[in-house]
């Protein structure tokens, strides 16, 4: 696909004065050889962990190898900040959120629990939480996560607050799923397109605005424009005399028909190669539901980079569902889960991560050495978000050879430290990219080589959302850093990693 | 209040009395229960001294709960009554042409939940997408009518303008404001203002000051299709602070969603604004309506986790998608035959009646169904019916230990024990594998000392369900062994040894713990959010009068929108 010079340039030279600062900066920065503030975050998010150490570096600090499953990242390695050992602690503060999986996706971006394990105004403060009472895990989280709070703080002009992507290992998903890992405030998850091909037509759709169509669409948007405008007007008399946790409710949906209305004024761009197909407003996954992750994700991984090389939003998401029964499209994993479906008790991707045993050959998916399918099937992920560094690489953005990737901070992360036993504890993140002044290949090890999973780290994964606001010096309401993302008042949640 | 006020009073003493004897009767260390037990106990219940309308315990020792001290979220319409609200409020034939193009947008999926609903307030709230997706349908639902507004215009204006096909802008221009309030009032439930009627006019007198008047009325249509107004059920009630009421309209508005999923309709309307409105009566008319069942059935679907067949591959071999829309429907008739009608939960988890169609006649062992009740001799109530089984059985498998797992937690409401991180999962079941039978195969989890605190608690559960595959079909054998149902369990502080499946579902549909799980879960759903510590008088009550009063289905509901729970909130200080 060429690219296409239409409203979406004149609207970059328009706004030019607005935009022309932050990207000098950047550029003079770059050409200095020093870090700059990125223009953008995009979060990789997966569930059910990893095999820790098959995934952590074999040694901390600069000298450091990869092992099996991160290995797909030595390319990018100097640019690399590998993160392993972190606790999610905010989970230990409510014993509902201790077995399985509920809370677990949902805490580890927004750094607090879901918004059921709060009592009184459920305010997202230390002294709110319940430690223990049923169905507190449940509801979604209560508050915003890192990305969406990145996102507000780095916005700009950009015509789409954040551009969502989702691969489904499901044959029969649907197009728009919820994030389970991102959310725009208190249990309002994040839209995650899953359908490349509507997913193509939201980011890169162009308005034929030639002849008569163009007077057809002018009414047409005039027509909704006046709608919205009405709308927006709606909300504020609706709130007047509601409580104030119903007025803050319906204020998030007036931001965000604000939103569309900004969104009406659509762009056009460079737009990836590939078979994206025409969206249909009623059909499901077709053409996409025979296709694997890793067919879906060559598709969605292109499409991601260049909406984000295109400028189109402060963050990007990409997002794997489905941690059940997965079709990876990888021989090895795929031949594993189909003998085990078949067999007589129930076996698949997420028994494989638990540890379950086949009861076809009796192999078991945890201890030493672990089954080549689990491992195979972690380091898909990693390969995943290496496909996309590579695909950021690839796409030239401003002067001097520079690449989107120059410009982005691309984060990997899960739910899980070691995946069999839904462990909270001794997570790893990957971030990538642009660091702005984090040191990058290097590996932070938050608990040390030995550390066991009943010891505690001396780290928080909530840290590490400090740690993204600092790249991104993001601001609290007084103007200062943002040191304590989260739950409010939870003292191991403050202050990011000694990684500056 | 009055009906379940007096019900409580009554029920707190008798449950005192039937405590007290339970405590002597059932004292773990005097006896150990069976479930033959469980018929004799329910026959105190039953036939007590103490009924729904029994006499001769006074009512003043124990005060009756207000039933509501919380917050009531701000509700969003679900898509269901996004649609539902699309049939009310236009006449029929394009009412069901515009849900045939809705496309908006649907609760998020629940897969990594475990309890709560989709209709919850925290489950309903707008992202980014969602807000865009509403827009969008309700743009495109007004190019429907205005490509349909020869149609559409004379069935929608007042009949006052004489609007007909062919209407001139001119006759359209001067019915509009007529229309708003017409129109607006269906839309949002309630009369617009003066003020409010200038407003919305304005914008059409804006749109029509460029474009021809059909096209501004579609304007105007977009606008009422995505105005906060009809999304949202906003409740403001009368009183500026503390637990006020809502007013009689808002009392009809929960009242109608409640128990039909949608808005009440003109009758419901007019009837709010008589001086004899009876929130009782009109909540009796609405459980006669089939859409009753239909919210009943959504209830238990979701409580159940039924709903998770809703996920299933529409290519699913195991389960094809004729049988997977069957058995989500199952709950559906249950409720129409075993809650209302003179139903009762008790009735729903232990009936042996169920609706067998020609889809699910084979999961029944039957020849054949038509849909009609059917005595089924090895089930014992939805707890035994293939909807549930089927839904618990994840990837074509039952799992007992998910099973039983389960049932503690979603069907109880009881806390599970934290499983430590790090813990060998496998390798206790290393020598078990290739054993005939789960029983055999899970015995390790509960003979090693590591596994057997948690393992006791829900094994006998799931293993007694080993009885039904993982498509709900009675088996006695797995592996050509005869499966072992048998079981002990401890339940509300007492222990139970069973020796079938359909015992151990008698002791589940005659225990505490599900009644008081119920009603823990039914509040939820009423109010879209889990239920209050402060809440917890209240809904025990609930539980009491659903135990031991035998009441109906029915009488519940109506007791319950009769209470302060019901027809009060608490305004948050400013």
């Known amino acids: 696909m060429t690219m296409s010079t239409t409203r979406r340039r004149f609207l970059r030279g328009a706004g030019g004065a607005m935009l022309a600062l932050p990207w000098l900066e950047a550029t003079h920065a770059r050409a200095q050889g020093m870090s700059a503030t990125p223009r953008r975050l995009i979060m990789v998010s997966y569930p059910m962990g990893f095999v820790r150490d098959e995934w952590r570096p074999t040694a901390t600090g600069s000298s450091f190898t990869f092992p099996f499953i991160t290995a797909p990242l030595e390319p990018f390695k100097a640019r690399t900040l590998i993160i392993s050992n972190v606790d999610n602690k905010v989970v230990s503060l409510n014993a509902q959120h201790h077995f399985g999986h509920p809370g677990k996706k949902e805490s580890v971006l927004t750094g607090t629990l879901m918004r059921a394990a709060f009592s009184g105004d459920r305010s997202n403060t230390l002294g709110n939480v319940i430690a223990d009472q049923a169905g507190s895990d449940v509801g979604g989280p209560n508050s915003e996560s890192i990305c969406s709070r990145v996102g507000r703080a780095i916005r700009g002009g950009r015509p789409f607050g954040s551009i969502d992507v989702g691969v489904s290992g499901e044959a029969n998903e649907l197009s728009e799923v919820r994030s389970d890992f991102c959310f725009e405030a208190a249990t309002t998850p994040v839209g995650v397109q899953c359908n490349p091909a509507r997913a193509f037509a939201r980011a890169f759709a162009n308005v034929d605005m030639s002849g008569g169509a163009q007077e057809a669409e002018r009414r047409r948007l005039f027509r909704k424009k006046s709608a919205l405008d009405l709308v927006r007007d709606s909300f504020r008399e609706l709130r007047a005399g509601l409580n104030g946790s119903d007025q803050r409710r319906l204020d998030e949906h007036a ?29 499901s996954y077709q053409p996409f539901r025979q296709l694997s992750m890793r067919e879906r994700g060559a598709l969605m991984i292109p499409l991601l980079a260049h909406a984000m090389a295109c400028d189109l939003a402060p963050v990007g998401r990409l997002e794997f569902f489905d941690q059940q029964n997965p079709y990876f499209g990888l021989p090895v994993v795929d031949a594993a889960r189909n003998a085990w479906r078949t067999a007589a008790t129930p076996n698949d991707w997420h028994g494989m991560v638990h540890g379950d045993a086949s009861p076809v050959d009796g192999v078991r998916t945890r201890g030493a050495p672990p089954a080549a399918f689990l491992l195979e099937g972690y380091r898909f992920f990693v390969q995943q978000l290496a496909d996309l560094l590579g695909a950021l690489a690839a796409l030239p953005e401003g002067p001097d050879g520079q690449t989107a990737l120059d410009h982005s901070l691309v984060v990997l992360s899960s739910d899980f430290g070691n995946g069999d036993g839904h462990s909270s504890r001794k997570l790893g993140f990957v971030l990538a990219g642009q660091l702005n002044g984090a040191r990058t290949g290097y590996h932070f090890d938050g608990a040390g080589r030995n550390a066991d999973f009943y010891t505690d780290s001396a780290y928080s994964s909530t840290q590490v959302l400090n740690t993204i606001a600092r790249i991104f010096d993001v601001r609290d309401g007084a103007g200062a850093p943002l040191t304590s993302f989260g739950l409010e008042g939870y003292a191991p949640g403050v202050g990011t990693l000694p990684v500056f | 209040m009055a009906t379940l006020g007096l019900t409580v009073r009554r029920l707190s003493w008798a449950l005192l009395l039937l405590t007290a ?63 539902n609200t699309l049939r009310s409020v236009f006449p029929a034939p394009l009412g069901d042409a515009l849900v045939a193009r809705s496309t908006f947008p649907a609760a998020g999926a629940r897969a990594g939940q475990v309890s709560g609903f989709s209709s919850d307030a925290d489950n309903t709230t707008v992202s980014t997408a969602d807000a865009a997706a509403i827009e969008d349908n309700a743009e495109q639902l007004a190019d429907y009518l205005f490509a349909q507004a020869e149609v559409a215009l004379p069935l929608l204006m007042p009949a006052s303008c004489g609007v007909a096909a062919g209407a001139s802008d001119a006759t359209l221009d001067a019915c509009m404001p007529s229309f708003i309030g017409l129109f607006g009032a269906r839309a949002w439930r309630r009369p617009l203002s003066t003020t409010e009627v200038t407003r919305v006019h304005a914008m059409y007198t804006r749109v029509r000051a460029e474009q021809p008047a059909r096209e501004a009325w579609s304007a105007l249509m977009q606008y009422f299709l995505a105005s906060p107004d009809l999304l949202y059920r906003p409740e403001r009630g009368v009183g500026t602070q503390g637990v006020v009421a809502l007013t009689p309209l808002e009392v009809a508005t929960r009242l109608a969603f409640l128990i039909t999923d949608g808005p009440p309709s003109e009758a419901l309307m007019a009837a709010a604004q008589r001086p004899d409105f009876s929130p009782a009566a009109e909540a ?7 859409a009753a069942a239909e919210v009943f059935g959504r209830f238990l679907r979701e ?12 290519q699913s071999a195991t389960v094809p998608p004729a049988v997977r829309d069957a058995l989500l429907r199952e709950l559906t008739d249950l409720s129409r035959t075993q809650l209302l009608g003179g139903g009762s939960l008790r009735a729903l988890f232990l009936t042996d009646r169920f609706p067998v169609t020609p889809s699910t006649a084979p999961l029944y062992g039957q020849p054949g169904g038509d849909g009609s009740d059917v005595v089924v001799s090895d089930r014992r109530g939805v707890l035994s019916s293939p909807a549930f089984l089927t839904a618990h059985a ?26 430590p991180a790090g813990v060998d999962l496998e390798g206790p079941l290393s020598g078990a594998r290739n054993l005939p039978t789960a029983r055999q195969r899970l015995e390790p989890t509960t003979t090693r000392n590591d596994c057997r605190g948690c393992h006791t608690q829900f094994n006998p559960l799931g293993l007694a369900l080993e009885n039904y595959d993982a498509l709900g079909r009675f088996r006695a054998t797995e592996n050509g062994v005869a499966i072992d149902a048998s079981g002990e369990l401890e339940l509300g502080g007492e222990r139970w040894s069973f020796a079938t499946a359909d015992e151990l579902l008698r002791v589940l549909g005659d225990s505490r713990l599900l009644t008081d799980c119920a009603a823990e879960r039914w509040f939820h759903f009423v109010l879209g959010r889990p239920v209050q510590p402060s809440e917890r008088p209240f809904v025990d009550a609930l539980a009491v009068a659903s135990r031991d009063t035998g009441a109906t289905a029915e009488q519940l509901v109506v007791d319950l929108v009769q209470s302060e729970a019901f027809t009060h909130f608490l305004r948050e200080q400013p």
């Open chain 2, 21 to 83: 004897c339970q405590g002597r009767i059932l004292d773990p260390a005097v006896a150990r229960p069976t479930a033959a037990d469980a018929g004799a106990q329910q026959a105190v219940g039953d036939g007590g001294a103490v009924g729904r309308d029994g006499g001769g315990i006074a009512d003043a020792e124990v005060p009756p709960p207000r039933g509501v001290v919380a917050v009531v979220p701000i509700r969003r319409l679900s898509a269901t009554q996004f649609h």
């Open chain 1, 255 to 283: 931001a965000r028909v604000r939103q569309i209305e900004i969104d009406i004024v659509r762009a056009s761009c460079t737009a990836p190669m590939g078979n994206y197909g025409t969206p249909s407003p009623t059909a």
């Open chain 2, 394 to 419: 994840p990837a074509g498998h039952q799992v007992p230990i998910l099973r039983g797992a389960f049932l503690r937690k979603q069907v109880l409401c009881q806390t599970l024990a934290t499983l």
């Open chain 2, 284 to 290: 009796r008319q609405l459980l006669a309506s089939p």
């Open chain 2, 303 to 314: 409580w159940l986790r039924v709903d998770l067949l809703e996920a299933l591959d529409d």
